[in-house]
């Protein structure tokens, strides 16, 4: 629970209407109350900090003039939802965000009534608002509808589309562009410099605005100045480009200035058309650590607020993000073809050392993954082996490319497919779990996932030498804890491993999933297959174990539907081949937030859930009870 004696203002806003009860000047008294509360509760519970940081003034700002949640707040990238969460009467379980039970780590529907759009991946708002604003104006219903953009969500080509059709259809909404110049690294790209060059124009804003106000309105002095402001605008401030796309534009102003925020808010409130706010931040705002090290407190751990979050000493296995980033080092001293690439995921998708050693062939896209998906196919085309970097559930927006632009030419590809699987706190919308299933239905592909760490390395290498696209989907987190061999070799294309010969049972497991099924293999005596390859599978391999075994159990750390599992039944009944068989992966349902550990108990895929369905499903194969007096 909050403390009241430190936090006088915020202990009495439970929610929105509390907020409006204040007078106006004690709001940046809320805010720094606020400011302080964010840090004191991520420090305590781990989670997204220097977006939450950035926009409080902003949240304050929103929730203080806006009716909500009749009004619809529209936040993009959930990464800044915090303050919004606090006020919007979940103060007091801020601490329980991205633990199980506890609050979504992003906006969340039925989370909360506030919570007007889910979001997950970024760039989302401005459709989403757009929609709202199309609807609202059918029905005749003039509720306000806001979209928050940032962090890096403008560099994505969805968030222009939107603007596009919004300066066509002219609805009645406000865009506020939360300009931090950061994504979870810097921001890169035309775009940003544009917007650099626009704070660089602040003299030039307010010299025109005080040269109008001194001057009556509708004279021929104000015509003129007005004249000469739109051709200032083009020759020294790039505001024109959302003035063209139909766009009032505002700014840029000051996102820490509550008064100046509230005066801004209130002019562009009631306006008529689409309407551009641009308001510049700073991420970490507040928070010395986090304002010097913005990519470091972009998300953090538990950290003690007056030391800052203290860097750990490496463990003692790597994860599989911090083996690829060493493999593709290598691989590129190895290959000068080679070129990296990732939509804005440089330190989670393990590029950091790429970048700095070989920085003529690394490309940060933003955040635009059709854009890093054609990108690498037209790198292809002419000779170049380009590696694209990418979450599974990032791979999921760029899905039209990978068909059209790759897979059907067939060109030389190599995507490094990170987070497959569950990833725990992050929750649903961070999962990678349709890979396999959108993968493996895609002529052309290879198809692989690692079942530890130096498979892992030997699978990037087969992939890159694979003469046409190829995909390695591992999990977050470390594996079983294997040794990697330095050298760069690979495994023949669709051939498995046979781990364990048992009786009976046999268990097809792929990637992740073998380490708990060996564990189960060996207390019901079973037969384990390392299937490695899930496109194409080892059909001679995977015959004989259907035709030496009563059952067969496939397990995925992906969807059940259309799964590596129903690839395997596929090819059974092509050769006529009819075996019971059980299929073990994730079932038809979103799983929400939690540690990866519990979300996997949870979906059944560790030891204890594994050996659960089997048992259910062929209790024939229980190990029969030791005897009477028997030790061990």
Request: charged residues 20%; proline residues 6%; neutral net charge.
């Amino acid at each position: 629970m909050i403390d009241p004696a430190r936090y006088p203002r915020l202990a009495n806003v439970a929610s929105p209407a509390d907020l409006k009860r204040l007078p106006e000047a004690e709001l940046p008294e809320l805010a720094r109350e606020l400011r302080e509360y964010l840090i004191e509760s991520v420090a305590t519970s781990g989670g997204h900090f220097g977006a939450g940081l950035g926009v409080v003034e902003l949240t304050v700002a929103l929730q203080y003039l806006y009716d909500t949640p009749h009004d619809r707040i529209v936040w993009d990238v959930g990464h800044q939802c915090y303050p919004h969460k606090i006020l919007t009467g979940r103060r007091d379980r801020i601490t329980t965000i991205k633990k199980k039970d506890g609050l979504a780590p992003f906006p969340k529907r039925d989370e909360s009534e506030y919570d007007t759009f889910g979001v997950g991946h970024s760039s989302t708002s401005i459709s989403a608002a757009l929609g709202m604003a199309i609807a609202a104006q059918r029905k005749g219903d003039p509720r306000k509808i806001v979209a928050v953009i940032g962090d890096g969500a403008m560099t994505a080509g969805m968030a222009f589309e939107a603007l596009n059709h919004g300066g066509d259809v002219e609805p009645d909404l406000l865009v506020i562009l939360n300009d931090n110049g950061m994504s979870i690294s810097e921001n890169v790209g035309a775009l940003t410099k544009m917007l650099a060059r626009l704070m660089a124009s602040r003299t030039l804003n307010a010299l025109r605005e005080r040269a109008k106000r001194a001057m009556p309105k509708g004279g021929v002095a104000w015509r003129f100045v007005k004249r000469w402001e739109e051709h200032a605008k083009g020759m020294f401030v790039p505001s024109t480009l959302f003035e063209e796309l139909g766009f009032h534009y505002t700014g840029p102003i000051d996102g820490h200035d509550l008064p100046l925020l509230l005066q801004s808010l209130r002019t562009v409130k009631d306006l008529k058309g689409p309407q551009l706010l641009h308001v510049v931040t700073t991420k970490g705002k507040g928070y010395p650590p986090a304002e010097r090290e913005q990519i470091e407190y972009h998300a953090v751990g538990p950290f003690d607020p007056g030391k800052g979050v203290v860097k750990k000493a490496g463990g003692a296995r790597l994860t599989y993000t911090e083996i690829f980033g060493d493999w593709l080092c290598d691989m590129a001293a190895a290959d000068e073809r080679l070129l990296g690439i990732t939509p804005a995921m440089r330190e989670g998708s393990g590029l950091v050392r790429f970048s700095q050693q070989f920085p003529q062939r690394y490309f940060d896209v933003a955040i635009a993954e059709q854009h890093a998906v054609t990108l690498a196919a037209g790198m292809a085309c002419e000779g170049a082996k380009p590696v694209v970097a990418i979450y599974s559930t990032f791979l999921q927006r760029a899905y039209d490319q990978l068909i059209h632009d790759v897979a059907l030419q067939n060109l030389d590809v190599l995507f490094a497919i990170d987070r497959a699987g569950l990833v725990g706190p992050d929750g649903a919308t961070h999962a990678g779990s349709f890979d396999l299933s959108y993968l493996r239905c895609i002529p052309n592909m290879v198809v692989m996932a690692p079942a530890d760490e130096n498979e892992c390395r030997q699978m990037l290498t087969t992939g890159f030498r694979y003469p046409g696209p190829a995909a390695v989907r591992y999990p977050r987190g470390t594996g079983p804890g294997v040794a990697l061999q330095p050298e760069l070799t690979e495994l023949p294309i669709g051939k498995a491993e046979l781990r364990r010969r048992g009786r009976r049972l046999a268990i097809l497991a792929f990637g992740s999933m073998v380490a708990p099924s060996a564990a189960v293999a060996g207390e019901l005596d079973a037969t384990l297959v390392n299937m490695r390859f899930v496109k194409p599978l080892d059909e001679a391999l995977v015959l004989e174990m259907a035709r030496s075994h009563a059952a067969l159990v496939t397990v995925e750390e992906n969807a059940v539907a259309g799964g590596a599992g129903s690839g395997v039944a596929e090819l059974l009944a092509a050769h006529g081949v009819v075996v019971p068989i059980l299929h073990i992966g994730l079932a038809d349902r979103y799983l929400e937030h939690g540690s990866r550990e519990e979300v996997l108990a949870i979906a059944g895929l560790d030891i204890a859930g594994i050996r659960a369905a089997v048992l259910k499903r062929f209790p024939q194969f229980a190990p029969a009870a030791a005897p009477r007096g028997a030790v061990g």
